[in-house]
Nanobody, 122 residues
Framework: QVQLVESGGGLVQAGGSLRLSCAAS????????MGWYRRAPGKQRELVAR???????YYADSVKGRFTISRDNAKNTVYLQMNSLKPEDTAVYYC????????????????WGQGTQVTVSS
């Protein structure tokens, strides 16, 4: 059974930092692409960042230069380091996994975490 468990969300002031973690189980982690999505109130779900099995990364324009996605295959964990946070980054952040990178991009991957709330105050 595949499980993705996110942690690290919370309340932070604008300009601050948070690091999200997503621990995966039930998969061969190194064989899978990982992604972070977010959903803000009243908005559609948005792909924030993706990391491939080879370590290649993608970022949404809105977070480039501020967020960094990384993975630790030994710990079966993907991270999202978020710096210079803005109120518009407020959302529930979800981790997702798929063997096929395109499914991460399209948001059609099969497995998703439960989400972790990030709130940035102005």
């Amino acid at each position: 059974q595949v499980q993705l468990v996110e942690s690290g969300g919370g309340l932070v002031q604008a300009g601050g930092s948070l690091r999200l973690s997503c621990a995966a189980s039930g998969i061969i982690f190194s064989d899978n692409n990982m992604g972070w999505y977010r959903r803000a109130p009243g908005k559609q779900r948005e792909l924030v960042a993706r990391i491939s099995t080879g370590g290649g990364t993608y970022y949404a324009d809105s977070v480039k230069g501020r967020f960094t996605i990384s993975r630790d295959n030994a710990k079966n964990t993907v991270y999202l380091q978020m710096n210079s946070l803005k109120p518009e980054d407020t959302a529930v952040y979800y981790c997702t996994v798929d063997r096929f990178s395109q499914r991460i991009v399209l948001g059609t991957s099969q497995y998703w975490g439960q989400g972790t709330q990030v709130t940035v105050s102005s």
